[in-house]
Structure formats: structure tokens, C-alpha cells
């Protein structure tokens, strides 16, 4: 049988128009036992055409769709069938299980790597899609990603690092570590994001060294932290008020700042005084009693209509992101009017003042969250060591009411 040309299509097409009648057309003479065909439809307002992979298997007609004519021209069709079913019919295999069997592109990798995020419901899924976007434009998002060559991401990195901005070269090469250890470990899994296949053979930024990372030692002594607290309650400059409560919850629980940040009504029992996170940031499910002048300071917010306790000034629909608290924190510390800190310091003085208030380090442990290995701590329980948990709480509640009862009785 010949090989297809435009003008058989078109006049194909007139004739269904006219007739009312399905017509397929087939391009040559197939391939093995399959082929390409042309199959057009008549609609009540017109002819669809499709382009389908056609084949014989087990004595039975198995058709799979391709794209649509003319948007997928001829030669666009033959090329595909080609390249995606022509050997998957030759070797016996169903047409149903082939797809794209090009490598995938740079861009394929980040965005299913990016989805993955999503859909595994990590927060820093926007930060990465942000980074991997720049990252694609550099090196090229339409190359095949397995191209990708070790050199080309140290070039890609050193002129950041030269320019002084090191924790930013070590995230651009995270950010590409990650997306193709996650590329490299989807080849063949099924729950996969993408349907693309990257053929990856190894991972170019494997090889290139991290920034050592510095170890966080700063904690606030009980002075440093009423001065800080002091402040939030009343600030000498006008700010979101958001801001300055999510930042004292934060020193009253020691969490994470993106689990306070991203505090939600549902996540309040205010009967039991409790916050409940069904995930936080090692995947674990989690839940606090919180000490009584937190619970207080809670009790006086009033969730915006979205739910969050602490909204974001430009977009009440979503909360604060953590690095806009740290943002302003580090405004005040520029300013000189609260002590030099971070949100993450913030956590590790809760750690160090609540061991000064009689906490032990194992239920300290346990109120932030850290990962244990035992096996009550695997499986999720709300009520796990929560009388322990409230024991310690009230503990640290006393000791942070002393501390500002005496300010307050030296300031009078």
C-alpha cells in the first residue's frame, strides 16, 4: 500500500464532510504486525482526525492515539510512530504500555521534579520550582538532560560563589543534586510525575563539593530574651502584627518557624490547648501542649477568613512565609533595637533556657520534634507523652512568667 500524501487527506476529509461516513486511511504498508492509520469522524459541527498506532496482538485490534491532523502534521505522525511504537510492535509488546521514549529535557526533569514536591506535600516546592527555573535557563532547558555534564554546573556556580553570595552557590548546586538523585531513583517507578524517562547514567553534581556548613552555637541568655520579647510586645516602629505574635510563639514552643508560620485554625484544639500538625518538616506527624501564656496569646488571635493565624501582608490567602519573618527580624537587628538573632536561634534557645528551667533532654527532644527511633515514637499518636509533654510545658511556663514578672517588677 503506498505512503499517504496531504492531498489524499484533504480529499479524504471533503469526502467524510459529505458522506457522514468514518473513514480511516493507512500510512504504507505498517509495521510488522501494526501501522499508522488516519481515523476521521464525522461531528455535528465537524471532522475530527486522528492519528492512531495501530496493532494486531493476540488475534485482537489495539489502537492508541497519537495526535490530532493537521495540528500534528504527516511527517510529525511517521516520525513519532517511528520512534515510540514501531520497535514495541516489532518486538511483540503492547502499544498500550509505549510512550515518549526520548530522553527527557532539562526542563522535563525539573518540572517532575518540582511536582514531586508538590505532591508530596513539601513546603519548599515554590523556592525549589523558583531556583530550578533560573537553574534550566543557564544550562539550556531543551537539552536532554542526561547531557548535562559535571563542568558545566561548577561553571554555572563559581561566579556566584566569587561574587561573594556562598550559601546561594551551595543551594543552586542542591537544587541540582536533588533533582537528578530524584531523576536517577524515578527511571522505572511507576508513581513517577513525569511519563518521561531521562536515561540518566549519573548525577553531574554528585562530585562537586558542598559549603561547609556552619553549626548554629547562638542562643539567647534570659536577659537577651526579655529584651526580644519585650519588644514584640511593643515595638517602637509600626509592623504586621502577624509578625511580632508568630515570632513569641515561637519563642514560648520552640518549633520549626515554617510549622508556626504556617499555623492553620484546624490545627488549634483550643478545648485541649493543643496544635496539631499532621505533617511537619521530617514527615512526621506532630502535637504540643502549649504553655499557658502561648495558649493565651493564640486565644486572642482571630484566624483570618482563610484560617491562618499569621497571614502575609501582601496575600491574606496565604501565610507568612518563614523567610519574610526573617526578614524582619533581621530589619530590627539592623536597627539595634533587639539582639542579634535569627528564627532558627530562636529555637535553639528554647532548647538550652528550657533545660535551665528543669526540662530534661528527652521530653525537650520530644516537644520539638526531633526524629526518634524508638518505637512508640514511629507510630503517629496525638496522645503520646502527652501528660509528659504537659508536665514540661507548665514547668517552662512558670520559669518564663518569672522572668517577666521580675522585669517588670524592676522596671516599676
Known amino acids: 500500500m503506498p505512503s499517504l500524501t496531504d492531498g489524499e487527506i484533504r480529499r479524504a476529509l471533503k469526502q467524510v464532510e ?48 497519537l495526535g490530532s491532523y493537521p495540528a500534528m502534521t504527516l511527517s510529525e505522525a511517521r516520525k513519532v510512530f517511528d520512534r515510540d511504537f514501531a520497535h514495541v510492535i516489532q518486538k511483540g509488546r503492547s502499544i498500550k504500555i509505549a510512550g515518549d521514549t526520548r530522553p527527557g529535557t532539562v526542563a522535563d526533569l525539573f518540572e517532575a521534579y518540582v511536582a514531586h514536591l ?20 543557564a544550562l539550556g532547558r531543551n537539552r536532554p538532560a542526561r547531557d548535562i555534564e559535571p563542568d558545566e554546573i561548577t561553571e554555572l556556580i563559581r561566579p556566584i560563589y566569587e561574587r561573594g553570595k556562598r550559601s546561594m552557590a551551595d543551594h543552586v548546586r542542591g537544587y541540582i543534586h536533588s533533582a537528578y538523585s530524584w531523576g536517577l531513583k524515578s527511571e522505572h517507578d511507576y508513581r513517577a510525575a513525569s511519563p518521561r524517562r531521562f536515561r540518566l547514567i549519573y548525577n553531574p553534581a554528585a ?80 502535637a504540643i501542649p502549649v504553655p499557658e501564656i502561648a495558649a493565651e496569646l493564640i486565644e486572642s488571635i482571630k484566624p483570618n477568613v482563610h484560617g491562618w493565624f499569621f497571614p502575609s501582608a501582601m496575600d491574606p490567602s496565604k501565610p507568612v ?34 533545660g535551665k528551667a528543669g526540662l530534661s533532654k528527652g521530653i525537650r527532644d520530644r516537644i520539638q520534634n526531633h526524629t526518634l527511633q524508638d518505637v512508640s515514637s514511629k507510630s503517629y499518636d496525638r496522645w503520646n507523652y502527652m501528660p509528659e509533654k504537659r508536665a514540661a510545658m507548665k514547668k517552662w511556663n512558670a520559669f518564663v512568667k518569672a522572668l517577666l514578672s521580675n522585669k517588670r517588677r524592676k522596671a516599676g
Open 321 to 354: 512565609s518563614h523567610g519574610t519573618l526573617y526578614s524582619f527580624m533581621w530589619r530590627q537587628r539592623n536597627r539595634e533595637v533587639i539582639p542579634v538573632v535569627t528564627n532558627r536561634d530562636l529555637r535553639r534557645t528554647w532548647k538550652t533556657l528550657a
Open 118 to 137: 508538590k505532591d508530596s506535600g513539601k513546603s519548599s516546592w515554590k523556592q525549589a520550582e523558583k531556583g530550578l527555573n533560573k537553574i534550566a535557563d
Open 207 to 286: 562530585g562537586i563539593p558542598t559549603e561547609p556548613k556552619k553549626v548554629g552555637t547562638r542562643w539567647l541568655d534570659e536577659e537577651e530574651f526579655l529584651r526580644l520579647y519585650g519588644w514584640l510586645e511593643c515595638p517602637d516602629t509600626p509592623v504586621h502584627p502577624p509578625y511580632t505574635r508568630a515570632v513569641r510563639i515561637l519563642m514560648l514552643t520552640g518549633q520549626r518557624v515554617e510549622e508556626i508560620a504556617r499555623l492553620h485554625a484546624d490545627q488549634w484544639d483550643a478545648k485541649e490547648r493543643i496544635i496539631d500538625w499532621s505533617k511537619t518538616k521530617n514527615g512526621k506527624p506532630h
Open 18 to 65: 459529505l458522506s457522514r461516513k468514518q473513514l480511516s486511511l493507512i500510512d504504507g504498508e505498517g509495521h510488522g504486525t501494526g501501522r499508522l492509520v488516519l481515523v476521521m469522524k464525522p461531528m455535528p459541527t465537524r471532522v475530527t482526525a486522528d492519528w492512531m498506532a495501530q496493532q494486531w496482538r493476540d488475534q485482537k485490534r489495539i489502537k492508541k492515539k
